[in-house]
């Protein structure tokens, strides 16, 4: 069957990000592939997950797990090949679950061809497909994103005797948007894929497609303008696809990405993640009504795309000394799980495996007006091993059973591309698919009535968001309409129960519905609302008046 | 004539005897009833005296001022006099009570009407007591004031309150003894309204210079005779 | 009907325990006992935020105001302190709310309803310390604040006093009773035992709200001087903490029986049934103390010499009646010695002064007269040692004046024995 139509699908959309590496090996290689994934499409399906989105699958020598590209219109042959992803795609609408994939536009491998090739000469035709210096002092000032191991934006290049600018890894070189070759090629590989099928990208590191001299060389108006001219010809040609921005910016700057609805679809609301975690922490809604009264509106067929965790650290650069001192010292006191300006950790050691915790936060990110993205693993409590190096941690293999390699594998142990988790809290015999299947109350089986609620009702998606304003800052609550529906969301941010007066004369004879056991609550009146809730609980109430 | 007159001796003797021997129980019982009230009365004020020594009560009619009224009347300390009024007290009402006994007329009436007198006498008394003890700390209290306050002749006003309050209470008191009570009604009106009027003629006419000064120092701050502003600040 | 004072017994009114209830658990309370304070409290509110924005950033903290039925807007400038996500206006940043709340615990001022107010507040958010501060402090900065709180949080003390610069003559009654005779007794030397900026522990609040006798109008009015010679009493750790200048705040020359009341009424009152604490205890010693134990500030004060002298002369006269019952003969006839003695000659020394001190205070623990009248009786004669103080040291150095203050507190302690025997302990 194939998959509905719907221009608007990503507001509505639950999205579960995966690597096809970590997701199941069907071949016994030890590597996840297209073929295992696309044999637990059934499990994603269960889980109410509508649109997946997958890190880079594309050749690679791996040294930035896949954001280092050296072939964009190819599978890395670990993972399968073009066919298996063709037909992945195919089962994967079929279940209605879309599918977007990774399109690092900023930069390639050192490997990949067109490097090879600029490099080789000062006259090769793809010489200016990457930035070339012969000094390293241009674009002085610009800040460096990978701080832990890089000291500086140019790289020496002893082939060509020049330097060549990265605003990653020094083996991922900067290709040159000011080339309107590189621009055509780019455009070229994503028709590529949108023939194929797939419905969305996930443009990776777009701020810094373009650099000019004095400026921070980040979110300039002719990277704006690369955008625009791509989202124009996938609005042409490919209606209905879904270009998702990846832009680590304060929200007043990530809000010209959205431009009058001419850009990206979608933008991924950095700097209300971490506030989520420091709310928490802090017991005090402040951080999260604070950075939503700064978010501006956005045009109507525009998204936020909300995230507690992804394959990344969880990064800090959106947050003052002070905030960031705190995060660090509140989930990261062993400072090798800090790396760059972030913290390496999965979401649920950063909670302490804290089930109540766990579940307010996927309540929040659930209820919050954007679309939400759920970190492969999350929905079952996956730990992380930060002795793997880099963000490696968070990226191990797939728990799905308590057996044999955590039924990720039926290779050797020792052959996995990454060890599994084993200590004894998040280790695979306690946390995996098949056992939390079989509990009613599992993490999982939440997850998926949670879900499943999301979905019941349009509001949370696309509907209006006011905050109430309770004297006890102890609770988050807020209110989402969208045409005559009204939902109440009320959180306890605390680890102590809470009694809460909200001001509802607004909804005046209401009654709310509580929208897990759709039982029946008060009627709205002229006093204020008093509610108790448990250490860390939360409510959804539908209002109707009856 | 002789045996005329033996016979009425005979018979008068004979009568007074009958009449003596008539009243003479009585006597013995009111001897009796007075004996017995004289060691009731001494034991009442044997009494007393410990329930006045225990309750320190001579430290409190010297708070009240009492002792010394008493010193200059040449009577004992409050706690004696007390317990001899007590042991008085008592062994009248028994000899009263003996009197009645013998039955004389009119002498009862008289005696009911002592009893019913008593009460309103001790009243009396407290009143005069609580009275004079309220005088004393008001006195106190205005004399502590108005030295603090470096208002002159703060003695003066002392006594002039202690008085004002002592004539207060003694119309009180002979208000309710029930003597003369209009007219120690009317005579204290008349005192206080004559005090008061004196003391605004002598205030307004004779203190006119003490009066601004007095109303200067309250009303603006504090100044020396310099006219510099005074800094005090004791904390 | 809404409740918005407390009525009998209830030190929380409905109102403010719904504020209450809204800040919920708080790792630092900051009262702020008001009235009528508009024109000075803005410098104190910015101390106070500066203070624990800059030192404590991620605690829990909650400004308290009890006012006493202000009617300048002294309430409104406290609730607009707060800073939090309802969009007061205010342009600072802190990582966490910080809430002002404030209620009204009277129509009239009361200092002690005021403090009771707060350490029933602070008892009920759990406060791990509290801090106490004068609306009138204006001196106070970022760092007075941290160095309050800083040795009740992070160090183990209970109680915190602070310490001033002042000028000599500020303050004579602490110099010449409360501060010698605090320290003769129980062997701390508290430069401040009455102090109107302080900090303490939870734990010592609690204390101390549950203890005093708040029925009693004599025990609140001294509420402040009662906190210290508790903790002191109870064996808690005291530290003292330089706050600055301490501003001259001009008093009439009436408030001094007021500030006997709220001063020595407490400490005679103690001196009694803390007896067992300070019997056996011989001289004093230094209590840890941050910055300056104390400084001399150099402006003008004028104090009128003559009016002392008059005041003290006139009281040694006209209630010679009333000494008679407190005073011992030889000291009273000392007294009335001096007191024919003119402005050049007049000399009321120590040992006099503190014989004074003592038989007063054994004569309010006897109540030979209303204790009321005692303390009041005690205004004159201070007066009178008040102008030897001046004359004695007017003219000398800063460090005259700290001996000659030492001399005084020695002799306190010198005559420690005669306290006992005067009150036939």
């Known amino acids: 069957m194939p998959i509905k139509q719907d221009a608007l ?6 999205i579960y990000q995966a690597h096809v590496r970590a997701f199941f090996d069907s071949n016994g290689d030890g590597v996840g592939d297209f073929k295992g994934l696309e044999q637990k499409l059934d499990y994603l399906e269960e889980l109410g997950i ?23 219109r190819s599978v890395h042959g670990s993972y399968g090949t073009l066919e298996d992803f063709q037909d992945f795609l195919e089962s994967a609408h079929r279940r209605q679950i879309r599918v977007i994939i990774e399109m690092v536009l900023n930069h390639t491998s050192d490997q990949h061809p067109w490097f090879q090739e600029s490099r080789s000469s000062q006259d090769n035709p793809r010489r200016d497909w990457y930035v070339w210096s012969d000094t390293d002092t241009r674009y002085q000032g610009t800040r460096i994103n990978f701080l832990d191991t890089e000291l500086s934006n140019w790289a020496w290049d002893p082939v060509s005797k020049s330097y060549y600018w990265h605003r990653f890894f020094s083996h991922q070189p900067d290709l040159n948007y000011d080339n309107p070759a590189v621009r055509e090629e780019m455009w070229g590989v994503m028709k590529f894929w949108l023939d194929m099928g797939v419905d969305g ?10 650099e000019r001299e004095g400026t921070s060389c980040e979110n300039l108006p002719e990277t704006h303008a690369i955008i625009k001219d791509l989202r124009r010809r996938l609005d042409e040609q490919y209606p209905g696809k879904m270009l998702l921005a990846e832009a680590n910016q304060w929200p007043a700057d990530l809000r010209p990405y959205f431009a009058d609805g001419d850009e990206f679809h979608m933008a991924f609301h950095f700097p209300l993640m971490p506030r989520m975690f420091m709310a928490v922490k802090l017991e005090d809604r402040k951080p999260i009504t604070e950075i939503l009264r700064q978010t501006p509106e956005i045009p109507p067929n525009c998204q936020w795309c909300l995230f507690l965790r992804n394959h990344d650290e969880l990064t800090l650069e959106m947050l003052s000394d002070i905030e960031r001192s705190f995060m660090n010292d509140s989930y990261a006191q062993d400072k090798s799980m800090r790396i760059n300006l972030g913290i390496r950790r999965r979401l649920a050691p950063l909670l302490e495996n804290d089930r109540r915790r766990i579940d307010l936060m996927n309540a929040i990110l659930m209820s919050m007006p954007g679309t939400p993205s759920i970190y492969y693993g999350d929905e ?13 941690g968070v990226r191990t293999p797939m728990q799905w059973t308590g057996g044999w390699n955590a039924g990720f594998s039926a290779t050797e142990a020792e052959k996995l591309y990454a060890p599994l988790i084993q200590d004894p809290v998040y280790g695979y015999p306690a946390v995996n698919v098949v056992s939390q299947k079989r509990t009613s109350h599992s993490l999982l089986n939440w997850m998926a009535s949670l879900i499943a609620v999301r979905k019941s009702s349009r509001v949370f998606g696309s509907g209006s968001i006011q905050f109430l304003y309770p004297v006890n800052h102890r609770i988050l609550a807020y209110v989402r309409q969208l045409d005559k529906e009204t939902v109440l969301v009320v959180n306890n941010l605390s680890s102590a129960a809470q009694a809460v007066e909200l001001d509802l004369r607004e909804y005046k004879g209401n009654i709310l519905i509580e929208m897990f056991g759709k039982n029946v609550f008060p ?24 | 004539m002789r045996d005329m007159i033996v016979s009425e001796l005979t018979q008068a003797i004979q009568q007074f005897s ?14 009796v009833i007075a004996l017995v009230g004289w060691l009731a009365a001494y034991l009442a004020r044997a009494l007393l005296r410990s329930i006045l020594r225990l309750i ?19 009577l004992p300390q409050a706690t004696e006099l007390l317990s001899q009024l007590g042991f008085a007290i008592t062994w009248m009402v028994f000899i009263l009570l003996g009197v009645s006994v013998l039955g004389i007329l009119g002498v009862q009436e008289l005696i009911t009407n002592l009893f019913q007198f008593l009460p309103r006498l001790f009243a009396g008394l407290l009143i005069i007591f609580v009275g004079l003890l309220t005088a004393s700390f008001f006195s106190r209290a205005t004399l502590l004031a108005a030295v603090n306050a470096n208002l002159p002749s703060p003695r003066l006003l002392s006594t002039a309150v202690r008085a004002i309050l002592i004539v207060f209470v003694l119309s009180m008191f002979f208000e309710e003894l029930g003597v003369g009570e209009q007219t120690m009604l009317l005579a204290f009106g008349i005192a206080f309204g004559a005090a008061m009027l004196g003391l605004a003629i002598a205030f307004g006419a004779g203190g006119r210079n003490l009066a601004q000064r007095f109303l200067e120092s309250r009303l603006s701050p504090d100044n020396d005779d310099d006219g510099r502003k005074d800094e005090f600040s004791p904390l | 009907m809404k409740k918005s004072k407390a009525e009998n017994d209830e030190v929380l009114s409905d109102e403010f325990l719904r504020q209450l209830m809204g800040v919920g658990e708080v790792d630092i309370v900051v009262g702020l006992p008001t009235h009528n304070n508009a024109a000075t409290i803005g410098p104190v509110i910015e101390a106070i935020q500066g203070g624990l924005l800059a030192f404590f950033p991620r605690e829990r903290a909650v400004i308290i105001n009890a006012d006493g039925g202000s009617r300048d807007g002294t309430p409104d400038l406290v609730v607009n302190a707060a800073i939090d996500d309802v969009g007061r206006g205010s342009k600072i940043y802190a990582l966490r709310t910080l809430h002002a709340i404030s209620t009204e615990y009277a129509s009239t001022p009361a200092r002690g309803t005021a403090l009771r107010a707060i350490l029933a507040a602070a008892e009920l958010l759990r406060a791990k310390a509290c801090i106490i501060l004068s609306p009138e402090s204006t001196q106070l900065k970022a760092d007075s604040i941290a160095s309050l709180l800083r040795p009740i949080y992070s160090e183990g003390f209970d109680l915190v006093l602070p310490t001033y610069a002042r000028h000599r003559f500020d303050g004579l009654l602490l110099t010449n009773l409360l501060y010698p005779m605090t320290r003769a007794l129980y062997g701390l030397r508290i430069r401040e035992p009455h102090a109107l900026d302080f900090a303490f522990s939870g734990k010592l609040g609690d204390q101390f709200l549950s203890q005093n006798p708040w029925d009693d109008e004599t025990a609140r009015a001294g509420s402040e001087s009662r906190f210290t010679l508790s903790a002191i009493a109870g064996g808690y750790r005291i530290c003292q903490s330089f706050l600055g200048n301490r501003e001259h705040i001009e008093r009439r020359t009436a408030d001094l029986v007021p500030a006997l009341r709220q001063t020595v009424a407490p400490l005679f009152s103690f001196v009694h049934s803390t007896a067992p604490v300070w019997r056996g205890r011989l001289g004093s010693e230094l209590i840890p103390t941050t910055g300056p134990d104390r400084e001399f500030t150099r402006e003008p004060l004028r104090i009128n010499r003559k009016r002392l002298l008059g005041m003290f002369v006139s009281g040694v006269a006209e209630l010679e009646s009333i000494f008679r019952s407190i005073l011992t003969v030889p000291t009273l006839e000392r007294l009335q010695e001096i007191a024919r003695l003119d402005e050049a000659q007049f000399c009321y020394s120590e040992e006099l002064w503190v014989k004074t001190v003592y038989e007063f205070a054994a004569a309010y623990h006897k109540s030979v007269i209303s204790r009321d009248h005692i303390l009041q009786a005690l205004a004159p004669l201070f007066r009178g040692r008040a ?14 004046v700290v001996n000659n203050i030492e001399t005084l507190c020695l002799e306190f302690e010198r005559l420690k024995p005669y306290l006992l025997e005067k009150m036939e302990l």
């Open chain 1, 9 to 14: 699908w990503y507001k509505d959309s639950i």
């Open chain 1, 50 to 72: 509508n649109a997946i989105w997958l890190m880079p699958f594309f050749p690679s020598p791996l040294r930035d797990d896949g954001y280092d590209i050296s072939d964009y």
């Open chain 1, 201 to 210: 990208f996930r443009l990776d590191a777009v701020p810094y497609l373009v």
């Open chain 1, 380 to 392: 079952i409590g996956m730990g992380d091993n930060i002795n793997l190096g880099d963000r490696n």
């Open chain 1, 523 to 546: 009627r709205v009146g002229d006093l204020p609302y008093l509610l108790t809730l448990g250490p860390y609980q939360f409510y959804w109430f539908r209002l109707r008046k009856m």
């Open chain 2, 18 to 31: 009958r009449g003596f021997a008539h009243i003479l129980p009585r006597i013995i019982v009111m001897a």
């Open chain 2, 56 to 74: 320190k009560f001579d430290r409190l009619s010297e708070s009240a001022g009492a002792s010394v009224l008493l010193t200059k009347a040449g």
């Open chain 3, 387 to 400: 102008l030897t103080f001046l004359l004695q040291n007017n003219q000398g150095s800063s460090d005259d």
